[in-house]
């Protein structure tokens, strides 16, 4: 069984990872910061990925798709907290060194132990553990691109493009690999629609070949955009396929769903020039982008899968502050040139509005999940 015990980590990771975005946001009113704002952004982001996302997404997949951790498994699953906590610690304290370097290392390697355990382990639909086995491999794919940066730096590459590639590989294949392909597996599970293989394959290979849309980052040529539009084309169509069967779905499912198309679409709209040179160009879009997907996606979905009742207007508080935060970074000088008031300020306010919203979420979910999580 996945427990309280295990649940509690990504819940106060992910709380933790949001208070010093709160503290980052912070920062930008005039407000000073204990450390380097770099460290604490580098804290930040691994927190919200590694100690939030891939903690939470490695449970539900536990959880749905095994007959539940055995000892030495939550022995590692422990071993990822333990290393999490000294990354924080370490990036706050340093930002990219020696030490933070060598715990990140010991949790990746500590997390291809527990994904090994965790495939020998699998059971269920094989059109889904096909999904989940796929997840596996693009996280350990995705390592290879921190695995460059040594031999990048010795090179003299570090100020290239290819320096920056490696980082963007190893954030594409886990935001749009592990992560993305994971939560539509669990997705599908959990409303009992599951498609055929075909489209299961499409669904996963167009993902992988996004990350067209983040070499465009440092190469700028028609063949990514044309490669990108095609892979967020079929990923929007393939899923417009599955309408009639999500529609008798009950709203949070179907909210869901469109939320995905919503992705999907905006992937499709990267790949024109225009739209891409925005990103690339106002690291505000950028942003806004990146806390859509932490935000707007990831987060909601977990908490959907905790199966537990959660008094809407939790839901309704947190959306109205998360939507009015993406509404001004990409507004942000338009804002400005209205108003004539700082949009940092108003951006802190609408964050805390949402830190807010965020830490009363997690805090229902642990006072209430108190039992052992049962298997889907």
Do not use: C
């Amino acid at each position: 069984m996945v427990s309280i015990k295990e649940l509690r980590y990504p819940l106060f990771f992910g709380v933790l990872g949001a208070f010093l975005g709160l503290w980052l946001r912070y920062f930008f009113t005039g407000g000073q910061l204990p450390v380097s704002f770099k460290f604490m952004l580098h804290a930040h982001s691994h927190l919200m990925m590694l100690g939030f996302i891939f903690n939470a997404l490695l449970l539900l997949v536990w959880q749905n798709f095994t007959s539940g951790f055995d000892l030495l498994s939550k022995r590692y699953f422990i071993a990822l907290q333990i290393f999490v906590l000294l990354m924080m610690i370490a990036f706050l304290y340093q930002g990219y060194g020696f030490y933070s370097i060598l715990f990140s290392t010991f949790h990746l390697w500590t997390s291809y132990i527990l994904l090994i355990r965790l495939w020998k382990r699998l059971e269920g639909n094989r059109k889904l553990l096909f999904m989940i086995k796929a997840g596996i491999i693009f996280h350990f794919l995705s390592s290879l691109g921190p695995y460059a940066l040594g031999p990048l730096s010795v090179m003299g590459l570090k100020a290239s493009p290819w320096y920056q590639q490696a980082v963007f590989f190893y954030l594409h294949f886990q935001f749009f690999g592990i992560y993305f392909v994971w939560l539509q597996a669990l997705f599908f599970k959990k409303t009992n629609i599951i498609p055929e293989l075909k489209f299961i394959k499409i669904i996963v290979v167009s993902l992988a070949l996004l990350y067209v849309h983040s070499l465009d980052f440092s190469f700028d040529h028609p063949a990514l955009n044309f490669i990108g539009g095609l892979t967020s084309t079929l990923l929007f169509v393939v899923y417009i396929t599955f309408y009639n069967r999500f529609k008798e779905q009950s709203f949070q499912y179907r909210f869901f769903y469109f939320i995905l198309l919503t992705v999907f679409a905006l992937n499709i709209l990267g790949s024109f020039p225009y739209f891409s040179d925005l990103v690339v160009q106002h690291r505000m879009i950028l942003i806004a982008w990146l806390h859509f997907l932490f935000l707007g996606v990831f987060a909601p979905f977990i908490w959907m899968m905790r199966s537990i009742r959660l008094n809407g207007k939790y839901f309704i508080f947190y959306a109205i502050f998360f939507i009015l935060t993406e509404f001004l970074l990409i507004y942000a000088s338009f804002y400005t040139g209205i108003f004539g008031i700082s949009v940092m300020k108003v951006l802190f306010y609408t964050y805390l509005g949402v830190f807010i919203g965020f830490l009363t979420i997690h805090s229902v979910i642990y006072l209430r999940f108190r039992k052992p999580l049962l298997k889907a």
